[in-house]
C-alpha cells in the first residue's frame, strides 16, 4: 500500500555477532502509480486468503513494488530488534500460496421476510414483523456464506437449535440437525440444495412433534485439515408453532375454510345473554398483532410448565387454561365479578384480546384487571390461535356450575316451597362462555380427538389448579365422565338435571321434582367464513330427552357423588312455562312476560303460584328479590291460560348489576294431584347499540372518519362514560371520556383514523359506565389499496 515500508537488515546483523558487519538497512515503498495497472502485493494476498471476508480484492486496483533502494545511518545497538526475511519475490509477481483458509461461517440468511417464501409456505406472512416464524412438520429455507467454498466431501458441518434456560438433546430442547444427502421427513435434518461460490442454499425439516417456542440457532464447521471446529452463532431466533396445516401434527384440521377461521381470522363474534334472547359482540382477537406472539411465548415462559413439554397440544391447552386467569400463578387476567371495577376496567367494556396481552406482558406479568368469561375465553382464543391451536369462543346458555360433582344441578325448597337460598350454591349461569380447540387425543381411546374443550375461567379447581380441559367434546356428549381432563364438569354444564328438593318437617330432604332439559341450550359460536350464529349443541349432547340422551345421563351419574339420584314417578298433567315476546323488554320500560299454565286432563286443577324476580349476577348468583307475588290459578280439564307477569321500572331501575340479568322463580303445587310445578326462567333488559356510520372512502394511507351515535335509554344521567374505539388494521385501540351523559340524552362521537391494512376491516367501539353495561358496536369497512 501507499507509503507501507518494510525494513530488512543485512545477514551479518542477524548471526550470532550483530555488530561484526556495518548494519545495512533498506526500506522498499510500495506506491501506486498512475496510469500503470497494479497488482496485488505479496503480503496482502496472503492476508486476503486467510480472511477473505475482511479483505476484499478491489476491482481495478493493483500494486507495484519499486526498486528504490535508500541507506540510512545505522541505529544504535539499543534500538535494534529481530528482523523478518525477506521473502524472494517469484517470477510472476505473485507470492505462492503456501496456507489453505480454514472455514469458517460469514453470515447467516434465514430468509425470515414478512413476505418471503418461508413465512408464506407456513402460513405465518400475517405475523407483524421480520422473524423467522415456522410451524413444525415442514421444511423451511436459509442460506449460509462461508469464508471459502464449501467441500461435502471434506467439510462438516452441523446445525443446533436450543430452547428454555437447560437444554437437552434427550429432553428435545437441544437439536443436533445432520447433513444428509437425502431427506426422509418426520425427523430434523438439513441438505444443501443449491450451492454458489461461498454460499450454500439449506433445506432444514423439523419433526412434527417438535418441542413449540424460541429457537436459538448456531453453525458449526470444521475440516479435516482444520483442527479446532468453529461455532458461529445467529443474531436471529427461529420461532417453531404448531402445524395445523401438517397432517402428522396433532393439532392437524383437514379443512382450509376452518382453518382460516379457527387459525388465521383475527376477528370473531361472541355470544351472551339468555337463550331467548341471545346478544353478539365483536372481538378482536388479534393474534397476529405487533407484540402479541412475544406476550403468548411470554405467558409459556412463565408457566411452570419445563419446556420439553411444550410438544404435546393438550399440556400447552392445560397450562394455557391457567394462566390465562391470574387465580394460582398471577396469570394474565383477574376475575372479578362485584360490580366493583373502580381500579382496574370494567369486564363489558373490552372489545380486544390486543391491550390485555401487551399490557400483561409490558408489565413482565403483572395480572390485568378485571374480566369476566368472555373475555377469558377472548383471550383464549386469541393465544390458541397465535401458538397455532385452531380455536374458538363458545357460548352455552342456561350453564350449570355444579360445585359438589353430583353432576345433578340440585335446588332446595323450604316446607313452604320457598328457595332456600343458603343452601343453593349449585348455580345455572345465563350463559358462560369457554373456548373449543382442535387436536387428536392419542391419550384417550380412539374416537375421543376432535374438538376439546377448555375453560380459563376460574370457578373450580382441577388437580389443586384453577383450570378446566382440555376434555374431549365426544366424551362429553356420550357421559363417558371418566375420561381426561375435567370431563364430569363440563357434562354439568351441558347436560345435568335440574334436581327439586323439599325440606321435611324433619328437617330432611325429599327429591320433590326433576328437570330434565334446564340447562345447556343454544350452545353457540361464530360460523366459519360469516358472521352468523353457528348453533353446535348436538356436538355437545344428544336431542333432550332421546334414548341416547338419556344412556348419557345415566352414565354419567354413575360416576358422580350422587348416583342413585332419579326422579319420582308422578302425575304430570299440568304444566307452567314463562315466554319472551320478540327480542324481550328494553331497558329503560317496564319488563312484561307471559306466563302459561296448561291443564292437559280432563279434570279441572287448582293451584297456587309462588312468584319471585331477583336480580342476578350472569353467574347464576343471585343478589336480592325484588319483587314476589302469589297468583291463585284454576284450570278447567284441557284449559290454557296466560297470565300477563309485569315488573315495573322503578321497581328495578337501582338494583341491577352488570348483565342486566333477572331470574324469575314460579313454584307451586297442583292440590288434587300434589303435582309439584316449578320453573326458572332467566331474562335480561335490552340495551341499545351503539350506531357506527363510516365516512370518506376508505384507502390505506388516507385519512377517513366515523361517526359513533349513542342515545341514552334511561331517565337518569350516566356517570362517567368513556367510550373504547379499537380496529385491527384501522384505529388502535383507545379510550375517549365522554363524561356524564343525560337521561334520554343523544352523543355523537367523531373518530378520525387512516387505515393502514387493506381488505375488510371491523371498527369496534363499546361504551363502558356503571349505570350500563353491554353498550357496543360494530361497523363494517373495506379498506382499498392506494
Same mark, same amino acid.
Given at each position: 500500500?501507499?507509503?507501507?515500508?518494510?525494513?530488512?537488515?543485512?545477514?551479518?546483523?542477524?548471526?550470532?555477532?550483530?555488530?561484526?558487519?556495518?548494519?545495512?538497512?533498506?526500506?522498499?515503498?510500495?506506491?501506486?502509480?498512475?496510469?500503470?495497472?497494479?497488482?496485488?502485493?505479496?503480503?496482502?494476498?496472503?492476508?486476503?486468503?486467510?480472511?477473505?471476508?475482511?479483505?476484499?480484492?478491489?476491482?481495478?486496483?493493483?500494486?507495484?513494488?519499486?526498486?528504490?533502494?535508500?541507506?540510512?545511518?545505522?541505529?544504535?545497538?539499543?534500538?535494534?530488534?529481530?528482523?523478518?526475511?525477506?521473502?524472494?519475490?517469484?517470477?510472476?509477481?505473485?507470492?505462492?500460496?503456501?496456507?489453505?483458509?480454514?472455514?469458517?461461517?460469514?453470515?447467516?440468511?434465514?430468509?425470515?421476510?414478512?413476505?418471503?417464501?418461508?413465512?408464506?409456505?407456513?402460513?405465518?406472512?400475517?405475523?407483524?414483523?421480520?422473524?423467522?416464524?415456522?410451524?413444525?412438520?415442514?421444511?423451511?429455507?436459509?442460506?449460509?456464506?462461508?469464508?471459502?467454498?464449501?467441500?461435502?466431501?471434506?467439510?462438516?458441518?452441523?446445525?443446533?437449535?436450543?430452547?428454555?434456560?437447560?437444554?437437552?438433546?434427550?429432553?428435545?430442547?437441544?437439536?443436533?440437525?445432520?447433513?444428509?444427502?437425502?431427506?426422509?421427513?418426520?425427523?430434523?435434518?438439513?441438505?444443501?440444495?443449491?450451492?454458489?461460490?461461498?454460499?450454500?442454499?439449506?433445506?432444514?425439516?423439523?419433526?412434527? &412433534?417438535?418441542? +413449540?417456542?424460541?429457537?436459538?440457532?448456531?453453525? @458449526?464447521?470444521?475440516?479435516? =485439515?482444520? #483442527?479446532?471446529?468453529? /461455532?458461529?452463532?445467529?443474531?436471529?431466533?427461529?420461532?417453531?408453532?404448531?402445524?395445523?396445516?401438517?397432517?402428522?401434527?396433532?393439532?392437524?384440521?383437514?379443512?382450509?375454510?376452518?382453518?382460516?377461521?379457527?387459525?388465521?381470522?383475527?376477528?370473531?363474534?361472541?355470544?351472551?345473554?339468555?337463550?331467548?334472547?341471545?346478544?353478539?359482540?365483536?372481538?378482536?382477537?388479534?393474534?397476529?398483532?405487533?407484540?402479541?406472539?412475544?406476550?403468548?411465548?411470554?405467558?409459556?415462559?412463565?408457566?411452570?410448565?419445563?419446556?420439553?413439554?411444550?410438544?404435546?397440544?393438550?399440556?400447552?391447552?392445560?397450562?394455557?387454561?391457567?394462566?390465562?386467569?391470574?387465580?394460582?400463578?398471577?396469570?394474565?387476567?383477574?376475575?372479578?365479578?362485584?360490580?366493583?371495577?373502580?381500579?382496574?376496567?370494567?369486564?363489558?367494556?373490552?372489545?380486544? &384480546?390486543?391491550? +390485555?396481552?401487551?399490557?400483561?406482558?409490558?408489565? @413482565?406479568?403483572?395480572?390485568? =384487571?378485571? #374480566?369476566?368469561?368472555? /373475555?377469558?375465553?377472548?383471550?383464549?382464543?386469541?393465544?390458541?390461535?397465535?401458538?397455532?391451536?385452531?380455536?374458538?369462543?363458545?357460548?352455552?346458555?342456561?350453564?350449570?356450575?355444579?360445585?359438589?360433582?353430583?353432576?345433578?344441578?340440585?335446588?332446595?325448597?323450604?316446607?313452604?316451597?320457598?328457595?332456600?337460598?343458603?343452601?343453593?350454591?349449585?348455580?345455572?349461569?345465563?350463559?358462560?362462555?369457554?373456548?373449543?380447540?382442535?387436536?387428536?387425543?392419542?391419550?384417550?381411546?380412539?374416537?375421543?380427538?376432535?374438538?376439546?374443550?377448555?375453560?380459563?375461567?376460574?370457578?373450580?379447581?382441577?388437580?389443586?389448579?384453577?383450570?378446566?380441559?382440555?376434555?374431549?367434546?365426544?366424551?362429553?356428549?356420550?357421559?363417558?365422565?371418566?375420561?381426561?381432563?375435567?370431563?364430569?364438569?363440563?357434562?354439568?354444564?351441558?347436560?345435568?338435571?335440574?334436581?327439586?328438593?323439599?325440606?321435611?318437617?324433619?328437617? @330432611?330432604?325429599?327429591?320433590?321434582?326433576?328437570?330434565?332439559?334446564? /340447562?345447556?341450550?343454544?350452545?353457540?359460536?361464530?360460523?366459519?367464513?360469516?358472521?352468523?350464529?353457528?348453533?353446535?349443541?348436538?356436538?355437545?349432547?344428544?336431542?333432550?330427552?332421546?334414548?341416547?340422551?338419556?344412556?348419557?345421563?345415566?352414565?354419567?351419574?354413575?360416576?358422580?357423588?350422587?348416583?342413585?339420584?332419579?326422579?319420582?314417578?308422578?302425575?304430570?298433567?299440568?304444566?307452567?312455562?314463562?315466554?319472551?315476546?320478540?327480542?324481550?323488554?328494553?331497558?329503560?320500560?317496564?319488563?312484561?312476560?307471559?306466563?302459561?299454565?296448561?291443564?292437559?286432563?280432563?279434570?279441572?286443577?287448582?293451584?297456587?303460584?309462588?312468584?319471585?324476580?331477583?336480580?342476578?349476577?350472569?353467574?347464576?348468583?343471585?343478589?336480592?328479590?325484588?319483587?314476589?307475588?302469589?297468583?291463585?290459578?284454576?284450570?278447567?280439564?284441557?284449559?290454557?291460560?296466560?297470565?300477563?307477569?309485569?315488573?315495573?321500572?322503578?321497581?328495578?331501575?337501582?338494583?341491577?348489576?352488570?348483565?342486566?340479568?333477572?331470574?324469575?322463580?314460579?313454584?307451586?303445587?297442583?292440590?288434587?294431584?300434589?303435582?309439584?310445578?316449578?320453573?326458572?326462567?332467566?331474562?335480561?333488559?335490552?340495551?341499545?347499540?351503539?350506531?357506527?356510520?363510516?365516512?370518506?372512502?376508505?384507502?390505506?394511507?388516507?385519512?377517513?372518519?366515523?361517526?359513533?351515535?349513542?342515545?341514552?335509554?334511561?331517565?337518569?344521567?350516566?356517570?362517567?362514560?368513556?367510550?373504547?374505539?379499537?380496529?385491527?388494521?384501522?384505529?388502535?385501540?383507545?379510550?375517549?371520556?365522554?363524561?356524564?351523559?343525560?337521561?334520554?340524552?343523544?352523543?355523537?362521537?367523531?373518530?378520525?383514523?387512516?387505515?393502514?391494512?387493506?381488505?375488510?376491516?371491523?371498527?369496534?367501539?363499546?361504551?363502558?359506565?356503571?349505570?350500563?353495561?353491554?353498550?357496543?358496536?360494530?361497523?363494517?369497512?373495506?379498506?382499498?389499496?392506494?
Amino acid at each position: 500500500m501507499p507509503g507501507e515500508r518494510l525494513t530488512v537488515r543485512s545477514p551479518a546483523e542477524i548471526g550470532r555477532f550483530p555488530g561484526a558487519a556495518p548494519p545495512l538497512r533498506v526500506e522498499l515503498t510500495i506506491q501506486s502509480q498512475e496510469g500503470k495497472k497494479q497488482e496485488e502485493g505479496g503480503c496482502r494476498r496472503w492476508f486476503r486468503k486467510i480472511c477473505p471476508c475482511c479483505c476484499k480484492r478491489q476491482n481495478g486496483t493493483s500494486y507495484d513494488i519499486t526498486d528504490k533502494v535508500e541507506y540510512t545511518k545505522p541505529p544504535t545497538a539499543a534500538a535494534v530488534t529481530m528482523p523478518e526475511p525477506v521473502k524472494p519475490k517469484p517470477e510472476n509477481g505473485e507470492m505462492k500460496e503456501t496456507e489453505e483458509v480454514k472455514l469458517s461461517v460469514c453470515s447467516v440468511d434465514l430468509l425470515s421476510s414478512q413476505s418471503g417464501q418461508n413465512r408464506v409456505e407456513h402460513h405465518t406472512d400475517l405475523y407483524h414483523g421480520d422473524e423467522l416464524i415456522i410451524r413444525r412438520g415442514q421444511a423451511f429455507q436459509m442460506e449460509i456464506e462461508f469464508s471459502r467454498p464449501f467441500s461435502a466431501d471434506t467439510d462438516k458441518m452441523r446445525l443446533e437449535l436450543k430452547t428454555g434456560p437447560l437444554p437437552i438433546v434427550s429432553k428435545g430442547t437441544h437439536v443436533i440437525i445432520p447433513l444428509v444427502e437425502h431427506m426422509d421427513d418426520e425427523r430434523w435434518e438439513a441438505k444443501i440444495t443449491e450451492q454458489t461460490g461461498n454460499k450454500i442454499r439449506l433445506s432444514v425439516n423439523s419433526p412434527a &412433534s417438535a418441542v +413449540i417456542g424460541l429457537y436459538g440457532l448456531t453453525v @458449526t464447521t470444521s475440516s479435516a =485439515k482444520d #483442527g479446532e471446529p468453529t /461455532v458461529h452463532s445467529s443474531n436471529k431466533d427461529i420461532v417453531m408453532l404448531f402445524n395445523p396445516w401438517c397432517e402428522e401434527d396433532t393439532v392437524f384440521l383437514d379443512n382450509e375454510e376452518q382453518r382460516k377461521e379457527y387459525v388465521l381470522n383475527d376477528i370473531g363474534r361472541i355470544y351472551y345473554g339468555t337463550e331467548k334472547q341471545i346478544g353478539a359482540r365483536t372481538w378482536n382477537f388479534g393474534q397476529f398483532h405487533e407484540g402479541i406472539l412475544d406476550a403468548c411465548l411470554f405467558i409459556l415462559e412463565k408457566s411452570d410448565m419445563p419446556p420439553s413439554g411444550r410438544g404435546d397440544p393438550v399440556n400447552v391447552v392445560r397450562v394455557i387454561s391457567a394462566m390465562i386467569n391470574a387465580q394460582d400463578d398471577y396469570g394474565v387476567l383477574v376475575g372479578n365479578w362485584s360490580g366493583n371495577y373502580a381500579d382496574g376496567v370494567s369486564p363489558a367494556a373490552w372489545s380486544s &384480546s390486543v391491550e +390485555i396481552l401487551r399490557k400483561y406482558h409490558s408489565s @413482565t406479568g403483572t395480572p390485568v =384487571k378485571y #374480566g369476566q368469561c368472555w /373475555v377469558f375465553s377472548g383471550v383464549t382464543t386469541t393465544v390458541l390461535r397465535c401458538l397455532g391451536i385452531p380455536a374458538r369462543s363458545v357460548t352455552n346458555f342456561q350453564s350449570a356450575h355444579d360445585t359438589d360433582v353430583s353432576l345433578t344441578t340440585d335446588i332446595y325448597f323450604d316446607e313452604n316451597m320457598e328457595p332456600i337460598d343458603l343452601l343453593n350454591s349449585d348455580s345455572v349461569w345465563n350463559f358462560h362462555v369457554w373456548n373449543d380447540c382442535w387436536m387428536a387425543r392419542p391419550d384417550l381411546p380412539p374416537g375421543h380427538g376432535g374438538w376439546q374443550a377448555v375453560d380459563s375461567t376460574p370457578q373450580e379447581t382441577s388437580q389443586g389448579t384453577f383450570r378446566c380441559g382440555p376434555a374431549s367434546v365426544n366424551a362429553i356428549r356420550s357421559g363417558q365422565v371418566y375420561l381426561k381432563h375435567d370431563t364430569p364438569f363440563v357434562f354439568a354444564e351441558v347436560n345435568s338435571d335440574k334436581i327439586y328438593w323439599q325440606r321435611n318437617l324433619d328437617g @330432611t330432604f325429599s327429591q320433590v321434582y326433576s328437570e330434565k332439559k334446564a /340447562v345447556g341450550h343454544c350452545i353457540s359460536t361464530k360460523a366459519v367464513g360469516s358472521d352468523e350464529r353457528n348453533d353446535i349443541t348436538h356436538l355437545y349432547k344428544h336431542p333432550e330427552e332421546s334414548e341416547e340422551e338419556r344412556i348419557a345421563v345415566e352414565t354419567a351419574c354413575r360416576y358422580g357423588s350422587k348416583p342413585d339420584v332419579y326422579s319420582v314417578p308422578a302425575s304430570e298433567d299440568v304444566t307452567v312455562e314463562v315466554k319472551i315476546d320478540g327480542e324481550g323488554p328494553r331497558m329503560g320500560t317496564d319488563a312484561k312476560l307471559s306466563i302459561v299454565v296448561k291443564n292437559q286432563s280432563s279434570q279441572p286443577r287448582q293451584t297456587t303460584l309462588h312468584s319471585q324476580v331477583a336480580v342476578m349476577y350472569y353467574t347464576g348468583v343471585l343478589k336480592n328479590a325484588i319483587k314476589k307475588d302469589k297468583i291463585p290459578v284454576e284450570l278447567l280439564p284441557n284449559e290454557e291460560k296466560i297470565i300477563e307477569w309485569v315488573l315495573p321500572y322503578q321497581q328495578y331501575q337501582n338494583q341491577l348489576v352488570d348483565q342486566a340479568a333477572l331470574m324469575l322463580t314460579l313454584s307451586g303445587r297442583v292440590s288434587e294431584t300434589k303435582q309439584v310445578l316449578a320453573n326458572q326462567t332467566t331474562f335480561r333488559l335490552r340495551t341499545p347499540d351503539l350506531q357506527i356510520t363510516p365516512l370518506g372512502e376508505a384507502v390505506v394511507g388516507k385519512e377517513m372518519s366515523a361517526k359513533i351515535t349513542f342515545t341514552n335509554p334511561l331517565s337518569r344521567i350516566l356517570k362517567d362514560v368513556v367510550f373504547r374505539v379499537e380496529g385491527l388494521g384501522l384505529q388502535k385501540g383507545h379510550e375517549v371520556v365522554v363524561g356524564d351523559v343525560g337521561g334520554q340524552a343523544t352523543v355523537t362521537l367523531t373518530e378520525h383514523f387512516i387505515p393502514t391494512q387493506p381488505g375488510p376491516r371491523k371498527l369496534v367501539a363499546s361504551l363502558d359506565c356503571k349505570q350500563l353495561t353491554q353498550v357496543h358496536g360494530v361497523a363494517d369497512v373495506v379498506v382499498l389499496e392506494q
